[in-house]
């Protein structure tokens, strides 16, 4: 379903492949950085409703405080104070439903690359661009990691395996913590509780899909995560210089 | 926008991508879905046919079952069984992948000897640790067979015993060819290697610049076979030495056919070629136009080229100068090499209705079709 991607990924990862020392988990990684370079402004976007949301918390507590008693005037009202200070509450699933045909892509991409049959292999070999320097004759490429096969999910032989999808979570974990805005234990909001939820379910969701497929997409999100922690201390460090210049 | 869609939205991302999942094909597998394609040889009066969840002997006159194993793979499921039959005076040996029954179980990957003349089993391997994609060879009293693991095994012939394990750097999804006390097999590390049969220490090795994924054919001292780097070769059996090569625009994937000096051979963009085996000139090219995965097979007098192509259609082209004579389309994909025996061409389908087709050489038409349609 999403070949249209995947191949041209394919290729992408053939090319990096090539010029990089023939290492696939480098090739991977290359890549993970070209993606995030690419949605780099939804990523920002995203990082600044979040300082958005943080600056409104006093303000949103008030409110919670306020309206206790009547979820919908409080809903109304959190609403307003979005509209007011220019935060759109969908912004931080914007990012993500953008990039849920890159993982699939990337996924289709990485079986064509190291394929586990040869089925994958046949299809993929009318839509190498041959034009390309270097591609031909590549495919498949160097599939092992640390006595890994990139190419397969973790399995019981190559027990360590399971430790990639366990870093997915932890990773994606720290991620989210990093960037979600904090709401207060004490905050019932139905937001509030739905945000704590998707802390928890968010991360295990994408170490159970990491665990059904391909090692080598562990790699992406592992190296994809820890792109955005230190993409946002960057962002978060630049945000305060500029403050206390402008306070000065 | 409402409360419940803003403060919802995450739960709906959850539910989408468990429908991408699902819809995108990657969520879980069927038991026998093919993964590659199945494999057939005849041998003596029997048709011998990996045929996904059995094994079966056929009778080449009308393809009715003699014997199948397992006899009834609802009650004994060994696997799914694709990779062709190898075929001694005394044994049938195939490879099929058991799926794995747990979501912390693992496949198993087996290597079944049964008895040619009844089918029953007589022992087993379990050791490797990928799947089998192409079959394996016997020769001198032992099995060889390579795995997606990068090994190639050594089975006594008679009792399974490991003998020897030799170890590339990629998978190796080719058959061995076993000759005296030689074996040449091709592994996806860009290797084609010639192993002492009797202890699996290397004798050479020809490098390339893509990777092996055939059995190479052994005529008057020079092996030919064709790789991934879109070129196709003539190598010293000896010496490992290259003696010539010829190039295309993709792929070459299944084994060669040779007929007195001509090899024959088929790229993955469906070009056939007849090339001069000594001197590696070009002697007709025939653009067919379609994705060919499979080598082609030459009818017994040399006279006709056979070619099966990914959308189900089974060309024979004229071995003098290429020109197509006939193509028969069946339903399904074709990417096994076609089986000739005598007057008779065999073609293996997948994802079709039928998994095996007996045709003329002559005009193609059709003998019979196998699975049978059963009549109510």
Known sequence: ??????????????????????????????????????????????????????????????????????????????MSLYKEA?????????????????????????????????????????????????????????????????????????????????????????????????????????????????????????????????????????????IRIAQYFVVQGNRGGEQGKSKA | MNRSWTQRWP?????????????????????????????????????????????????????????????????????????????????????SQVPATGFFSQAKHVVWALDRDTGNLLWHFDGAAGPYVEGGAVGGGLFVIGCSDGNVYALDVQSGTLKWVFETRHRVWATPLVVSDTVYVGSMDHHLYALNLSGGTVRWDFEADGAFASAPVLRDGTLYVGAFDDRFYAIDADSGDERWHFDSENWFWGSPALYDDVVYMVDVNGNAYAVDAEAGEQVWHQSLGVKVRAGPAVAEDGSRLFVGSEDGTLYALDAVDGFVMWPSESEGQMLSTPVVDGSVVYELLINGPYRLRALHVDNGREIWAYPPVVED
Not at chain 1, 16 to 24: A, D, E, P, R, S
Not at chain 1, 145 to 169: E, H, I, T
Request: with cysteine; net charge neutral; charged share 10%.
């Open chain 1, 86 to 226: 220019g935060i759109n509450p969908m912004g931080g699933c914007l990012p993500l439903l953008i990039q849920l045909p890159i993982w699939f892509g990337l996924l289709g991409a990485i079986r064509y690359c190291i394929p586990s049959t040869p089925l994958e292999l046949f299809r993929f070999s009318h839509h190498i661009y041959k034009w390309l320097p270097g591609v031909v004759g590549l495919v498949p490429l160097q599939s092992t990691f640390l006595g890994m096969d990139l190419g397969q999910p973790p399995n019981p032989v190559q027990w360590w395996s399971y430790a990639l999808p366990v870093l997915v979570l932890i990773t994606y974990w720290l991620q989210q913590k990093v960037m979600t805005p904090p709401t207060s234990s004490d905050d019932q909001s139905q937001a509030a509780m739905m945000n704590r939820q998707m802390q928890i379910m968010m991360p295990l969701m994408m170490m159970f899909f990491t665990l059904q497929y391909a090692t080598g997409l562990s790699i992406y999100f592992i190296i994809s995560s820890l």
């Open chain 1, 1 to 78: 379903m999403f070949d249209f991607i995947a191949y041209p990924m394919a290729n992408v990862i053939l090319l990096l492949y090539n010029f990089l020392g023939q290492n696939t988990v480098v090739a991977i990684t290359a890549l993970t950085l070209l993606i995030n370079l690419l949605v780099l402004p939804l990523t920002l976007q995203q990082q600044r409703s979040t300082y958005k949301m943080q600056e409104l918390q006093p303000r949103l507590e008030k409110l919670q405080k306020k309206y206790a008693k009547d979820k919908e005037r409080l809903a109304q009202e959190q």
């Open chain 2, 11 to 95: 739960v709906g991302l959850a539910v989408l991508m468990v429908l991408l999942l699902g819809v995108s094909g990657c969520a879980g597998g069927g038991a026998a879905r093919p993964t590659s394609w199945t494999g057939l040889v005849a041998v003596g009066d029997v048709l011998y046919v990996a045929d996904l969840q059995q094994v079966q002997a056929l009778n080449p006159a009308d393809g009715e079952s003699l014997w199948a194993f397992p006899a009834d793979p609802k009650e004994e499921n060994r696997g799914v069984f694709q990779a062709t039959p190898a075929v001694d005076e005394e044994h049938v040996i195939v490879a």
